[in-house]
């Protein structure tokens, strides 16, 4: 029997779909990778877990500096080898050499595209820039991030994976790109002889069950940010794509480490950058005390801890403490009920808060914050994944035959520390390849293979079968847990606790879901939310040293002759995550 006859033998409302390349996801790197493959002459379709524009990292992300990074525009010294250098220098032996040169020299031509597209970015105003290409003078502002050796990153008003969303779909509209949103990713689907065949998803505004064929499959579904309780997206971010691959054998590397810090979660949600602390924030808890010294060690100043401030989170100097004491303060229950601290800018100027922090000035001004008068809320928020399944190549393939893997979803060019600007300019570097490359697979192998469903269809069934356990609180366990235990202070034992959450939840839907046709799908994400932490932890518990955002309380220094080196993990015949070390090489 047909695998679309199968599911409607289930009750599931079912529709069978074809095209030639499917894309899953609704971000910088999906929407890049479906115009570049409609730019190559394949039919394209793209299925997004929320409406485009409206959910991932990409859109919700927003920081006084949130820019992409490409020689070529700023300082004549500059060009794609220092991009390289300064980007094996933040993580060499935990990335792929190959994949960091094709980075550092595809960039410029990604931006040069965003140009023709229409994307604003920020005027520098003050006179043509160096390295631009012929015709194409234009002066922009830029910014020298952190591991950067010059000002290389560009941005669009501090929110610019927004503005390359809106362009690119606008693009890929004019290409005859289909979309179907909101539809999230149940399944990745292979034919007999292991190549994959499609996906099945579901439509949740129409109730649909779709079968997708597709003779290649580009997956850009994002992070994990909605396994923690403080995050800087949007919550829809299940981990799905990472828990789809792992189920079907894919490598992931690298998962260990991810990137967090203080953001505000009230009345909007936005990192806090190096624009932030430079002005001395006043950190206050709950009781109203001002708490950061009383975490400072004796011998650092709180200048330091204030002037050496960036975003994410690192062990590498004495910054650290401020996230380590908003963190102590909320875990010891003096937080407010938001799960956040306040920060007072009550004695900062106005002007020289807009001179400093220019777009979170004007976005609090939007919001009715008045900066002299009120608190902010602050909290410790994830922002993304630095590990993710392992590219195997300049294309953004994967292990698995027909399956390519961009933005936050891969994994092989962000380690411990990476330059700021790398990961818009890792979607749109690598979405592009990787949609040109599915374009031409799936010329050279016509239609697609019929679909082998019998796993699948076992999972369905256990997920409609009557549940034992209350899994919205386990899920909500497990975000607690994954935000008390594994991001800034970690230790076995917290390691070992949130591990067994996760898979708890994991083996609670294996067991039986309680769902129905249409509820369903949410309840499979809640089992990958738990599969999907699962790799985080054991990855956590496997790296027993400390390492920029990797801070183990309980094994405090670096290691580098036991752990300078990347992690791959994959799951066994058996359903147990094997690893392996991998030393990529210093390139």
């Known amino acids: ?117 229409g994307v604003p970015f920020d005027p520098a105003g003050h006179g043509a820039v160096h390295g631009a290409q012929p015709g194409e003078e234009r002066d922009f502002k830029l910014i020298r991030s952190d591991f950067g050796s010059y000002a290389r990153a560009m941005g669009v008003s501090g929110k610019t994976g927004k503005a390359f969303v809106t362009a690119l779909a606008q693009q890929a509209a004019a290409q005859g790109v289909q979309v179907r949103a909101p539809v999230g990713l149940v399944d990745l689907l292979f034919d007999a002889s292991g190549r994959v065949a499609g996906v099945l998803a579901y439509d949740s505004a129409a109730r649909r069950w779709l079968l997708v064929q597709a003779a290649a499959v580009v997956l850009g579904t994002g992070g994990a940010h909605g396994l923690y309780s403080q995050q800087v997206s949007t919550a829809e971010m299940t981990g799905d794509g990472q828990a789809v691959l792992w189920r079907a054998g894919a490598e992931m590397v690298n998962m260990e480490f991810h990137q967090f810090g203080p953001a505000l979660v009230h009345p909007y949600v936005q990192l806090f950058s190096k624009a932030c602390f430079v002005l001395h924030p006043r950190m206050i808890n709950a009781a109203g005390h001002e708490f950061l010294a009383d975490h400072v060690p004796a011998g650092t100043s709180l200048d330091e801890v204030y002037g050496e401030k960036v975003f994410p989170f690192t062990v590498s100097n004495a910054s650290r403490w401020v996230d380590i004491a908003i963190a102590r303060e909320i875990t010891a229950g003096r937080g407010t009920p938001r799960g956040a601290v306040h920060f007072s800018f009550a004695h900062v100027p106005p002007e020289r808060l807009q001179a400093t922090m220019p777009n979170t000035a004007r976005w609090l001004h939007d919001q009715g914050v008045d900066t002299q008068r009120d608190l902010l809320e602050v909290g410790i928020a994830f922002q993304c994944l630095n590990g993710g399944v392992r590219m195997t190549d300049a294309d953004a393939r994967c292990n698995l035959p027909g399956v390519h893997v961009i933005g936050e979803l891969a994994g092989g060019v962000r380690g411990p520390d990476r330059p700021g600007g790398n990961s818009l300019a890792e979607g749109q570097v690598f979405g592009h390849r990787a949609g040109r490359a599915a374009a031409l697979y799936a010329q050279e192998a016509g239609a697609a293979g019929t679909p082998q469903g019998e796993a699948l269809l076992q999972r369905l069934v256990r997920g409609l079968a009557p549940a034992a356990d209350d899994l919205p609180a386990l899920a909500q366990g497990l975000r607690q847990a994954m935000q008390s235990q594994v991001l800034v202070e970690k230790d076995a034992t917290g390691l070992q606790q949130a591990l067994g959450t996760a898979q708890r939840l994991e083996a609670a839907v294996a067991q039986g879901g309680g769902a129905d046709a249409t509820s369903l799908a949410p309840v499979l994400a809640l089992q990958n939310m738990g599969t999907t932490a699962a790799l985080i932890v054991q990855a956590c518990l496997q790296r027993r040293e400390t390492r920029s955002g990797h801070y183990r309380t309980d094994h405090p220094l670096r290691d580098d002759a036991g752990f300078g080196h990347a992690v791959v993990l994959q799951r066994s015949a058996q359903g147990e995550a094997v690893s392996r070390p991998l030393a990529y090489a210093a390139g």
């Open 1 to 117: 029997m047909a695998l679309i006859d199968e599911l409607r033998r289930l009750g599931l409302d079912a529709e069978a779909l074809q095209t030639d390349v499917l894309v899953v996801g609704g971000g910088g790197a999906a929407s890049r990778a479906a115009l570049s493959a409609a730019q190559a002459g394949a039919r394209v379709l793209v299925l997004a877990k929320a409406p485009l524009g409206v959910g991932g990292s990409t859109v919700h992300g927003a920081s006084e500096i949130m820019a992409m990074g490409a020689s070529g525009y700023g300082h004549r010294d500059d060009g794609p080898e220092v991009h390289y250098r300064d980007t094996m220098a933040a993580a060499t032996g935990f990335i792929d050499p190959a994949l960091v040169r094709v980075l550092a020299e595809d960039a410029p031509a990604r931006v040069r595209d965003l140009i023709s597209y």
